[in-house]
T-cell receptor
Framework: AQTVTQSQPEMSVQEAETVTLSCTYD???????LFWYKQPPSRQMILVIR??????QNATENRFSVNFQKAAKSFSLKISDSQLGDAAMYFC????????????FGQGTILTVHP | EPEVTQTPSHQVTQMGQEVILRCVPI?????FYWYRQILGQKVEFLVS????????KSEIFDDQFSVERPDGSNFTLKIRSTKLEDSAMYFC??????????FGPGTRLTVL
């Protein structure tokens, strides 16, 4: 079975500062994907960033980057130069490449950005 | 940019009634999914659908649930006899191949 754990129910950051959200996971798959999704109050699920397990290089998308530690099964999200619009619930998700691709989500981290 | 759409955005129903939630996946996508999120909780997988059949389902997806792709564009989730605990946000997602899934805006189901 696949599991995803987000141990930080809530995090806060000052505008323009950097914050890191933590995620650990467990899977028996050798080929898998990891994602961070953002869920604002509208509850829409917005893809922030994705990482293929076979890639050693950490993914980056503008102000968003990940620290993927495969051996430790850790996948943290770093948000640089935080903006008020970054305030949302953030979900870490794991998808198995050899299955039909269902995603397993963590419990979520609520990020508050203070002006 | 193509996107997944869902209707209705909010559905209110009485316990025991049947509801059908509708989704239009991105047109060239082949894999379709339903997830639900009870308020304040994590997103949970319900079912995946590929090649006109269910490919995987969770323990939540019992006999009260069914999915269908009645034509080339729509993908529906039916709940035959709703319970209070079915109240949740229901998300449809699609993808071209297992990997990044694109989510619709969700349907908020309220069972009274």
């Amino acid at each position: 079975a696949q599991t995803v754990t987000q141990s930080q129910p809530e995090m806060s950051v000052q505008e323009a500062e950097t914050v890191t959200l933590s995620c650990t996971y467990d899977t028996s798959e050798s080929d898998y994907y990891l994602f961070w999704y953002k869920q604002p109050p509208s509850r829409q699920m917005i893809l922030v960033i994705r990482q293929e397990a076979y890639k050693q290089q950490n993914a980056t998308e503008n102000r968003f980057s990940v620290n993927f530690q495969k051996a430790a099964k850790s996948f943290s999200l770093k948000i640089s130069d935080s903006q008020l619009g970054d305030a949302a619930m953030y979900f870490c998700a794991l998808g198995g490449g050899t299955s039909y691709g269902k995603l397993t989500f963590g419990q979520g981290t609520i990020l508050t950005v203070h002006p | 940019e193509p996107e997944v759409t869902q209707t209705p955005s909010h559905q209110v129903t009485q316990m025991g009634q049947e509801v059908i939630l509708r989704c239009v996946p991105i047109s060239n996508h082949l894999y379709f999914y339903w997830y639900r999120q009870i308020l304040g909780q994590k997103v949970e997988f319900l079912v995946s659908f590929y090649n006109n059949e269910i490919s995987e389902k969770s323990e939540i997806f019992d006999d009260q649930f069914s999915v269908e792709r009645p034509d080339g564009s729509n993908f529906t989730l039916k709940i035959r006899s709703t319970k209070l605990e079915d109240s949740a946000m229901y998300f449809c997602a699609s993808t071209t191949r297992p990997g990044t899934q694109y989510f619709g805006p969700g349907t908020r189901l309220t069972v009274l």
